[in-house]
């Protein structure tokens, strides 16, 4: 079907009262943004609904994109035709035509924002119907639930027909709750917290603690290819890798086993910290999910969230595994976490790691420890590298931003 329009439906952004303005306008960015690579498109954003005029661009390319823009409740592509009642019998038949298999019951929905067309919405349910009737005399009109609704809307600039209804993604216009760090490692739980964080409206950047050659340059790769599942929802996300390496040796070094999971949390909590200062963002996001391993029980947490008062938002923080795979196979990055490479924690885990670390020998171990001195090699040998959605790879840039 040869689309010319598509009609977007809000989401919850329709309750957000005040705000609407700004959410709708950022909602229209992203769709913008998302659809950079059909220029013809345009967006006109209106208070209850967004029209995108296809002006001959390719609708089936672009409806799977705009799925993933979050902010859409559902969207109806639809056919734009002249306001003539001849016109318009054809043009229903002609729809019907492609869709009807012979089996399916239908209803026409007319709507007149025009008032002044010759015909109200009740007449025009008649007149079409009948035309549908006329070219297929064995179909069944339904009121209730019919197999297909072809909804007519009379407007302004012309008629409008659409017969599907897609699902959205629902959620938050991304950037509408500002930004936050997304601690984000190989596994299958920091992408999916990466996915709900995106989906309430949050911009995230994605940290990564890398340490070669302990770990490996596929690991790193992982990472990244984690970072372009993610990238569709935004467009483009902000892929930070921190050199690890000394930090761990360090700890390794200095500290007894029972205590390098905590530190080495500690580690990668400040360090996040320090970078999302340096990117204005306002929090952290993470995949902890309570009780999972050991860094993760509740007294864990407390000792590693003790060095810093930003707010840290866990996402999957009360999810099952079997709920979070789940999630992480709808949006397609499960089968790449499960890929068999080791990453910075894997490597130094210690055998047995304290579940109930005791703060007082966590500060009495961090005094063995260069921290400020190791955080500042660490901040300057950042590398920073926009991943993009469609593109390959854009071009990797040092630190420059601190
Ligand atoms: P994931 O599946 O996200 O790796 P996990 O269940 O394996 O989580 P951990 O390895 O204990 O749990 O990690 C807990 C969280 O700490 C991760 O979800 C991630 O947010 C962060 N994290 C762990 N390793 C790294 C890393 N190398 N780089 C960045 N963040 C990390
Ligand atoms: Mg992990």
């Known amino acids: 079907m040869n689309y010319s329009e598509i009609m977007v439906r809000y989401g919850e952004l329709s309750t957000k009262g005040k705000n609407r303005r700004s959410f709708i306008m950022q909602l229209a960015s992203n769709v913008k943004r998302t659809l950079a690579d059909y220029p013809h498109v345009k967006v006109h954003a209106e208070r209850d609904r967004?029209?995108?005029?296809?002006?001959?661009?390719?609708?089936?390319?672009?409806?799977?994109?705009?799925?993933?823009?979050?902010?859409i409740q559902n969207f109806s592509p639809s056919i734009r035709v002249e306001k003539d009642i001849e016109v318009l019998k054809k043009a229903v038949q002609?729809?019907?035509?492609?869709?009807?298999?012979?089996?399916?019951?239908?209803?026409?929905?007319?709507?007149?924002?025009?008032?002044s067309f010759v015909q109200d919405s009740n007449q025009l349910n008649l007149t079409l119907g009948n035309a549908v009737i006329?070219?297929?005399?064995?179909?069944?009109?339904?009121?209730?639930?019919?197999?297909?609704?072809?909804?007519v809307e009379i407007r302004i600039d012309g008629a409008y027909l659409s017969y599907e209804t897609i699902q959205g993604a629902a959620g938050l216009p991304v950037g509408t709750s500002g930004k936050g760090m997304l601690m984000l490692s190989g596994g299958i739980d920091s992408p999916v917290a990466g996915y709900f964080a995106m989906k309430r409206g949050v911009e995230i950047e994605a940290v990564h603690f890398a340490s070669p050659p302990y770990t490996s340059e596929q690991a790193l790769q992982k990472a990244k290819d984690l970072t372009k599942k993610l990238a569709p929802y935004v467009g483009s996300i902000q892929f930070i890798e921190v050199p690890f390496t000394e930090i761990q040796e360090e700890i390794k070094n200095r500290v007894p086993q029972g205590y390098w999971m905590?530190?080495?949390?500690?580690?990668m909590l400040r360090l996040t910290d320090a970078i999302r200062e340096a990117r204005h963002g306002l929090i952290?996001?993470?995949?902890?999910?309570?009780?999972?391993v050991a860094s993760q029980t509740l007294h864990s947490m407390v000792a590693i969230n003790e060095v810093t008062n930003t707010p840290i938002v866990r996402p999957v923080a009360t999810m099952d595994k079997l709920e979070i795979i789940e999630v992480a196979e709808a949006i397609d990055t499960f089968e790449l976490s499960v890929q068999p490479f080791e990453d910075c924690c894997t490597i130094f885990a210690p055998p047995q790691p304290k579940t109930r670390p005791r703060l007082d020998k966590v500060h009495q171990y961090e005094e063995r420890l260069d921290i400020e001195g190791m955080m500042e090699r660490a901040m300057a040998g950042l590398k920073l590298e926009a991943i993009t959605a469609n593109q390959e790879k854009a071009a990797t840039e040092f630190a420059e931003f601190l």
């Open 262 to 267: 905590t530190i080495t949390r500690r580690m």
């Open 50 to 71: 967004m029209h995108l005029l296809l002006n001959g661009e390719n609708s089936q390319e672009i409806i799977p994109k705009l799925q993933k823009v979050f902010g």
């Open 284 to 292: 952290i996001l993470n995949g902890e999910s309570l009780g999972q």
């Open 134 to 151: 006329d070219r297929f005399p064995d179909i069944k009109v339904q009121m209730k639930k019919p197999d297909i609704n072809l909804r």
């Open 94 to 115: 002609d729809v019907m035509a492609e869709i009807y298999t012979g089996v399916e019951t239908f209803k026409i929905t007319a709507k007149r924002s025009d008032h």
